[in-house]
């Protein structure tokens, strides 16, 4: 990919998926806020005041051994964790990671630092720091997150994971119950989000690992038409999960985020060349 | 058939609101604890709350509400400090308020008191202490067997001097049979306040066994076990199980 290519796009948001995202960014913090103030006899109105763990679907995923050993759940996990895993789960089979790439506020919390990434090191540069051979391997790096958190909560019963959870940790700094673990995650991932976009996404979420998996069954895939593509890589530097989409067909990546980053509605310059689509071709 | 970004934000918020009101109104979508225990299921209390359910995240004013206790009766079994609504007080932070003693006072304790109180049957197979005051009220009622009296005289917290630095206690009035020696703790393998992870070392449980329960790397020997798990703001009771198992294992 060479500097001319680069220059030859600007990046262009799809606005859509940003107000998503921020509304899910802000709806969490107001809960997570107003969480806190209840122990204090204030509350927003008309507003949950549910704990994070309650609303975290991955809170779901570590409580299913002993919601089937047992019929209980793990210690801070509630119906409504449960609930949200499953809603998930069909957002997945359906659309593809999308809670990744439309609703986690972490995932947001990450793009936003990678804005200031970029301006830092240029688009060429930014989110291409390690190299390609060690990258593959370090993908899979999460798929051992995700089995020792499920392993451990099993054994233990307790959320082990809240000890080094950097999403509860974003929204409960400021108070007691974030565990130093989680700071110290959130503080390496913040920067980490300067040279790499969505580190804690590619190398270490373990709920991205679990609907990770759905990219290669999912409905709605995201497809390149051959025929009519130019070749000048442009989905390539776009996507931020640094999938070589010029490369495939249809993307099956366990990494994807069904962003739309790379598809003809965004960044790819020729219409209908790379698309979000059902069905065979 | 394609889909563009706009239909999608749609769907996505859809399906996910869509199912939470969908789950809110079956009445499943709980987002915390119901704070309703689990009842017996089988004899003549076969329909009754069950005082082993008890969680931690109750408050006082819910046990009292729950099982019909007298919330003063709580307030004083428990001594809880003064100028603190007892009606409110979690018994999660029994452990908090009573971290410097010897025996651990927390969620195990109100289940055992509630359940003596009642005259409700309780395993008590494993070590669950009361502070004297809680005892005195349990004999005042005058439903313990003898059972249940003996096992009270042993396991009434032993009044040390870190006790002694509780506001919340008064020492004067601690049973001669409950104090119990500094040397009887180091001998009794049991998992308790007290107990720091050296203590865990010295019975014979390896280190990675710790670092495997604890799910993280253990802290420093001499760290007080109960004094690491409170600080991380959760019970010490859950931990507790898993590590007593691995000292018995060590037998």
């Known amino acids: 990919m060479s500097g001319d290519i680069l220059k030859k796009f600007t990046r262009r948001r799809i606005w859509i998926r940003s107000l998503v995202q921020i509304f899910f960014f802000g709806l969490i913090a107001l809960i997570s806020v107003n969480h806190t103030l209840v122990t204090t006899g204030k509350e927003i109105p008309f507003l949950s005041s549910a704990s994070l763990h309650a609303l975290c679907p991955f809170g779901g995923v570590v409580t299913i051994y002993q919601y089937a050993s047992a019929g209980t759940f793990v210690q801070k996990i509630h119906e409504s964790a449960f609930i949200l895993m499953l809603i998930g789960f069909l957002l997945a089979i359906m659309f593809g990671p999308v809670f990744c790439g439309w609703v986690c506020p972490l995932g947001t919390f990450q793009e936003w630092i990678a804005g200031l990434g970029r301006k830092l090191f240029g688009k060429r540069r930014y989110n291409h720091f390690i190299p390609q051979k060690i990258d593959r391997w370090l993908r899979y790096l999460r798929y051992a997150v995700l089995g020792w958190v499920v392993y451990m909560t099993a054994v233990t019963g307790t959320l082990v994971f809240s000890n080094i959870d950097p999403y509860f940790a974003l929204f409960n700094f400021w108070t007691s119950e974030v565990a130093i673990g989680g700071v110290i995650v959130l503080g390496i991932i913040i920067a980490a989000s300067l040279f790499i976009e969505r580190p804690w996404c590619k190398y270490a979420c373990p709920y991205g690992a679990v609907i990770g998996i759905s990219n290669l069954f999912r409905i709605f895939r995201i497809r390149r038409n051959e025929s009519t593509c130019n070749m000048d890589h442009v989905c390539d530097i776009t996507c931020p999960m640094n999938i070589k989409v010029s490369e495939k067909h249809i993307v099956r990546d366990h990494q994807c985020i069904s962003c739309l980053e790379c598809t003809s509605e965004a960044h790819c310059p020729v219409a209908g060349t790379v698309d979000f689509a059902a069905g065979r071709n | ?251």
């Open chain 2, 1 to 251: 058939m394609k889909l563009t970004s706009k239909p999608l934000a749609v769907a996505i918020l859809v399906i996910l609101f869509g199912g939470i009101m969908a789950t809110t109104a079956m009445n499943w979508w709980q987002t915390e604890s119901s704070k309703v225990p689990a009842v017996y299921t089988e004899g003549e209390l076969a329909g009754e709350y069950n005082p082993a359910d008890i969680r931690g995240s109750y408050t006082f004013g819910e046990v009292s509400e729950l099982f019909d206790i007298p919330l003063a009766d709580l307030g004083a079994a428990f001594q809880i400090p003064a100028g603190t609504d007892a009606a409110t007080f979690e018994l999660k932070s029994l452990e908090t308020l009573y971290a410097g003693l010897p025996q651990e006072i927390g969620t195990s304790s109100v289940r055992l008191f509630t359940a003596l109180y009642k005259g409700l049957p309780y395993d008590l197979s494993e070590d669950t202490y009361l502070l004297p005051q809680a005892v005195e009220i349990l004999q005042r009622q005058g439903q313990l067997s003898a059972e249940q009296e003996e096992y009270l005289m042993g396991h009434i917290m032993g009044m040390t001097a870190n006790a002694a630095a509780q506001p919340a206690i008064e020492a004067t009035s601690v049973p001669a049979a409950a104090t119990q020696t500094s040397s009887e703790q180091v001998t009794d393998r049991t998992v308790k306040g007290s107990t720091t992870f050296q203590d865990l070392l010295d019975w014979g449980v390896t280190q990675a066994e710790i670092n495997s329960i604890l799910g993280e790397k253990m802290p420093a020997a001499e760290t007080v076990i109960k004094t690491f798990y409170t600080d991380k703001g959760l019970e010490f009771s859950t931990i507790k199980t898993s590590l007593q198992a691995a000292v018995d294992k060590t037998k």
